[in-house]
Nanobody
Framework: QVQLVESGGGLVQAGGSLRLSCAVSGPTFSMHVMGWFRQAPGKEREFAAAISRSGSGTYYADSVVGRFTISRDNTKSTVYLQMNSLKPEDTAVYYC???????????????WGQGTQVTVSS
């Protein structure tokens, strides 16, 4: 059974930064693509970023490219999302997920964290 535990969310002013972490249980962390998704109030869950198994490949939604950075530490079984230059429209619950394929589709991810709230004030 795989568990994903997120941390690092909070309230930040526009232009500020947050770093989200997601710790993943089990010894096979490096075998899976990892992704971050977000869901704003009243909106569908949307893709934010993904990272390859080795960490050498990254992929971002157009809405976050240049501002967000996804990374992973396979020795700690942890994936990160560094969020800079935050905007009010970034306000959402952020979820990390384990993927079966390098993808922006929710159906390609089989395990999900509980989500962590990010609120950006203007």
């Amino acid at each position: 059974q795989v568990q994903l535990v997120e941390s690092g969310g909070g309230l930040v002013q526009a232009g500020g930064s947050l770093r989200l972490s997601c710790a993943v249980s089990g010894p096979t962390f490096s075998m899976h693509v990892m992704g971050w998704f977000r869901q704003a109030p009243g909106k569908e869950r949307e893709f934010a970023a993904a990272i390859s198994r080795s960490g050498s490949g990254t992929y971002y939604a157009d809405s976050v490219v240049g501002r967000f950075t996804i990374s992973r530490d396979n020795t700690k079984s942890t994936v990160y999302l560094q969020m800079n230059s935050l905007k009010p429209e970034d306000t959402a619950v952020y979820y990390c997920a384990r993927g079966s394929v390098y993808s922006q589709r929710t159906n390609d991810y089989d395990y999900w964290g509980q989500g962590t709230q990010v609120t950006v004030s203007s």
